[in-house]
């Protein structure tokens, strides 16, 4: 055997021994960093204490006859739609406002690797976290009925509750989705705070006064296609909707983003 088939079938032994980590182990480290510093902790928690508030409010605010499980879940979904994107964008843009992209991806080189991985991390906490505020909310129904001396009203099936659910995890994607293409934390925050509150009063604002856009507003407009997973289950129709703008809105610009990642200079 020459010198060079040796050095070859020691590389092949070697590569065989070190298969590369785990995208399990990936994952684990990315959930870790969405809650070691401070700052993530609090933004973690923020969750259910901005589900706690909202329930708090509905129980105070809400007449007898408003005090019912839809209630207090449309309240808690309206604070969750902001953070859980925030979440997103954070996770994916700290590597490169925080400068820890170097490190990231020389530990793994293959960045798609933790892309997928910071995906599943933030799609693992939108699993988590939205039963457990959607629990306090059914906590606060019960509360709430109790204090106004009404009978509780549990007026959202499970299909329901899953559309919801669904919806939130759209737009924690989508967030994810600006971090991955803009990769800069002020940047993506400006753009989806646009995207969440300019674009659909702009939307409204032109659906009110043209005929032609109201018949098209489903199909161009992602969170008013999105917004009908809060309402309850979608028909064929809607369904369609969701995927033709989501395809334009989310998935096209999640694999341009995805492209520049890998082509990106990390300093």
């Not at 039963?131 to 909310?137: D, E, N, R, S, T």
């Not at 549990?154 to 994607?173: E, F, K, R, Y």
């Not at 293409?181 to 925050?189: C, D, E, F, P």
Request: aromatic residues 8%; glycine residues 6%.
């Amino acid at each position: 055997m020459t010198t060079l088939d040796t050095r070859s079938a020691t590389l092949a032994s070697t590569r065989g021994r070190h298969r590369g980590i785990p995208l399990s182990r990936i994952t684990t480290t990315e959930l870790r960093k969405m809650f070691d510093t401070r700052s993530g902790f609090w933004l973690m928690a923020s969750i259910g204490i901005l589900a706690l508030l909202a329930t708090t409010a509905v129980i105070l605010f809400a007449s007898s006859h408003q005090m019912t499980y839809k209630t207090f879940t449309s309240a808690i979904n309206i604070p969750m739609t902001v953070v859980l994107p925030v979440i997103a964008i954070l996770s994916v843009t700290g590597e490169w406002s925080q400068r820890s992209g170097l490190s990231t991806f020389t530990l793994v080189p293959h960045r798609g690797r933790v892309i997928a991985a910071k995906a599943v991390a933030c799609v693992s906490v939108a699993i988590v976290t939205i039963p457990l505020a959607f629990a306090i909310g059914a906590l606060g129904n019960l509360v709430g009925t109790a204090i106004a001396r009404v009978d509780p009203v549990w007026d959202l099936t499970v299909v329901n509750l899953l559309a919801n659910v669904l919806a939130n995890v759209l737009s924690l994607l989508f967030g994810f989705m600006l971090g991955v293409l803009i990769r800069n934390s002020v940047g993506a925050l400006v753009a989806y705070f646009v995207y969440q509150f300019l674009l659909p009063t702009l939307s409204l604002i032109l659906a009110a006064s043209q005929d032609w856009f109201r018949e098209l507003q489903p199909w161009i407009d992602f969170d008013y296609a999105q917004s009908a997973l809060f309402d309850g289950a979608l028909n064929t129709q809607q369904w369609t909707q969701l995927a033709i703008t989501g395809t334009v809105w989310l998935i096209i610009p999640m694999i341009i983003g995805l492209r520049l990642v890998t082509r990106a200079e990390v300093k």
